[in-house]
């Protein structure tokens, strides 16, 4: 099956710089890559994805790069502010898998005032 | 429109103890999905249904069934509860790829 690899683990940054965090997969029939931020005692929530026909795909201060030929991809958040601190988790998943979604192990960022 | 519910929010049992745990969503998706979460490991699958009628296994389906009682509602069963189940679960309910979860269910098993 499918494996997703996160780095790095935790992530500590000053308030305005950007944070990026990457993944890699496995899988080169995987087609759907969404990341999730997971807040303290909350379940994740989407807040981007990116599909294989796309290289890179933005959201104000959040952007998604993919590289199918490295199969891997990355989130970046700039001018990072207090409330982006929380776990991100991305994931990858395709109709190939059958509807299964493999996620990585999960990066605590942490941004200070 | 409250998106995917689950209860109870917290629970502890004996090894050996059975439970069921619910999750209901109002988007009228077709497909859900019962994630456990454990320190390290992020979100690992045990069991999804792709539409009313349907389930299949995933990563981790040893010791928990499923029931997928209608469009709304997915739940999951642990029939004799052992200490290795001692997690946080999550329900998720998915359309056109985009996943939407639960607030979880923590769960200590002892």
């Known amino acids: 099956g499918e494996n997703v690899e996160q780095h790095p683990s935790t992530l500590s940054v000053q308030e305005g710089d950007s944070a990026v965090i990457k993944c890699t997969y496995s899988d080169s029939a995987s087609n759907y890559f969404p990341w999730y931020k997971q807040e303290l005692g909350k379940g994740p929530q989407l807040i981007i994805d990116i599909r294989s026909n796309v290289g890179e795909k933005k959201d104000q201060r959040i952007a998604v790069t993919l590289n199918k030929t490295a199969k891997h991809f990355s989130l970046h958040i700039t001018e990072t502010q207090p409330e982006d601190s929380a776990v991100y988790f991305c994931a990858a998943s395709s109709a190939h898998t059958g509807n299964q979604f493999y996620f990585g192990t999960g990066t605590s960022l942490t941004v200070i005032p | 429109n409250a998106g995917v519910t689950q209860t109870p929010k917290f629970q502890v049992l004996k090894t050996g103890q059975s439970m069921t745990l619910q999750c209901a969503q109002d988007?009228?998706?077709?497909?859900m999905y019962w994630y456990r979460q454990d320190p390290g490991m992020g979100l690992r699958l045990i069991y999804y249904?792709?539409?009313?009628?349907?389930?299949d296994k995933g990563e981790v389906p040893n010791g928990y069934n499923v029931s997928r009682l209608n469009k709304r509602e997915f739940s999951l069963r642990l029939e004799s509860a052992a200490p290795s189940q001692t997690s946080v679960y999550f329900c998720?309910?998915?359309?056109?790829?985009?996943?939407?979860f639960g607030p979880g269910t923590r769960l200590t098993v002892t």
């Open positions: 998720a309910s998915e359309v056109a790829y985009e996943q939407y």
């Open positions: 988007m009228n998706h077709n497909s």
């Open positions: 249904s792709a539409s009313e009628g349907t389930t």
